[in-house]
Nanobody, 115 residues
Framework: QVQLAESGGGLVQPGGSLRLSCAAS????????MAWYRQTPGNQRELVAS???????YYADSVKGRFSISSDNAKNAVYLQMNSLKPDDTAVYYCNQMPPRKSSWGQGTQVTVSS
């Protein structure tokens, strides 16, 4: 059974930084394309960033140059470093495979960017 546990969210002022972590079990992150998604109330989850083979990355235009995705195969974890945060980045952030596996959605971690 795949379990993905997100952590690291919180309240941060505009321009601040956060680092999200995703601890995986039941799946080896090195074997799949892993991704971070985010969702705001009333909207569908959107793809934020993905990583394949520990170095091939993709970023949504809205976060390019500000966010960085990485993975640690030894810890079986995926990370999202978020810099220069904006109020529009406020959302619940989730990790999952890409394409996402419906049964693997975790609780997510809330990121709130506000002064």
């Amino acid at each position: 059974q795949v379990q993905l546990a997100e952590s690291g969210g919180g309240l941060v002022q505009p321009g601040g930084s956060l680092r999200l972590s995703c601890a995986a079990s039941g799946i080896a992150v090195s074997m799949y394309t892993m991704a971070w998604y985010r969702q705001t109330p009333g909207n569908q989850r959107e793809l934020v960033a993905s990583i394949r083979n520990s170095f091939s990355t993709y970023y949504a235009d809205s976060v390019k140059g500000r966010f960085s995705i990485s993975s640690d195969n030894a810890k079986n974890a995926v990370y999202l470093q978020m810099n220069s945060l904006k109020p529009d980045d406020t959302a619940v952030y989730y990790c999952n495979q890409m394409p996402p596996r419906k049964s693997s959605w975790g609780q997510g971690t809330q990121v709130t960017v506000s002064s």
